[in-house]
């Protein structure tokens, strides 16, 4: 009798915890626009301040991941997950990773699908938050219009948001696309979390 208790307990325990599962996707509508940056400043805000179970799927083929971990861990030859600040990192990901995420308690997964060019869209239209970086730059302008232009046609609903550009660029640009383009505070460490970032993730979250 005891152990069937135990055995619904443990149940009702693991679906209280899939309940308070989030995963964020996170993808770029070109290159450089500032995806993986994002995605490790989220990270260190849900683990650092919201103290959060925290981890990061590189789920393209940049290898950013790679160079990431010979510079943060001492294990420059191993392959798979590393840690960061009480985050897990994982390279090379896809969707049998982020199901290991979900199963082992994880209380939000942030997905890098790089750029909407890379085969990932579908999966990250998927996602719980879908979070769509675009850049203010004259020779990256149009590839963000053409994004948002398609997500309007097909009724989406991702959150979009911008690192480069001036304010006024990003004002006409919500004008144009009539919907809020938020732009992510300068970071030149995304591990560590200034007053400002403090400020915008506590509207974001």
């Not at 009702?12 to 308070?20: A, D």
């Not at 083929?61 to 001492?74: I, N, Q």
């Not at 890098?112 to 979070?131: A, I, K, M, S």
Request: proline fraction near 1%.
């Amino acid at each position: 009798m005891m152990g069937k208790k135990k055995s619904i307990w443990s149940i009702r325990k693991h679906r209280k915890n899939t309940e308070n599962q989030q995963v964020i996707g996170i993808i770029g509508t070109g290159r450089c626009v500032g995806v993986t940056h994002f995605a490790v400043m989220t990270a260190g805000y849900l683990s650092g301040v919201q103290r959060k179970r925290c981890a990061v799927l590189e789920w393209n083929s940049h290898g950013d991941f790679a160079g990431m971990r010979k510079v943060c861990t001492e294990e420059k030859g191993k392959a798979g997950v590393f840690r960061v600040l009480e985050v897990d990192y994982y390279g090379q990901a896809g969707i049998n990773t982020l199901l290991l995420c979900k199963k082992s308690g994880c209380q939000t997964v942030i997905v890098d699908y790089g750029t909407v060019g890379e085969g990932n869209l579908e999966e990250f239209l998927r996602c719980d938050r879908q979070f769509v970086l675009g850049s203010l730059s004259e020779w990256q302008m149009e590839a963000f219009l053409e994004f948002e232009g398609k997500g309007k046609k097909a009724e989406k609903s991702w959150e979009t948001f911008v690192c480069f550009g001036s304010e006024e660029a990003r004002k006409n640009m919500e004008k144009r696309l009539k919907h809020p383009v938020r732009r992510i505070p300068v970071s030149v460490d995304a591990f560590v979390v200034t007053a400002e970032v403090l400020k915008f993730y506590q509207r974001l979250f």
